[in-house]
């Protein structure tokens, strides 16, 4: 059974960071491009960025190009996201799953909260 697990939100201020991490498992991981999404209220899961293996091959949002840095660890089965300079419009909740653009989704996880306070 799939499952992926999200964690290292919390509440932070303008200009700080934090480090997402999502551990993953009932799948072949290394085979998967993996990516990061976030979800406002009322909007939709947009991708935020990817990493298509363990050569640190990374796609960004121009939201985030240059801020958040995202990578991966095989040998845990888990992404990461470094995520600095934030700024209000980045809180979000934030996901992790299957590159959609690459892969079918998998089964979604709870989620990471992320709140920038300005």
Known sequence: QVHLVESGGGLVQAGG??????????????????????????????????????????VYDESVKGRFTISRDDTENAIFLQMNTLKPEDTAVYYCNANRRIHPLLPWGQGTRVTVAS
Not at 39 to 58: C, H, Y
């Open 17 to 58: 960071s934090l480090r997402l991490s999502c551990r993953a498992s009932g799948f072949t991981f290394s085979g998967y491009s993996m990516a990061w999404y976030r979800q406002i209220p009322g909007g939709e899961r947009d991708l935020v960025a990817f990493i298509v293996d363990s050569n640190d091959n990374t």
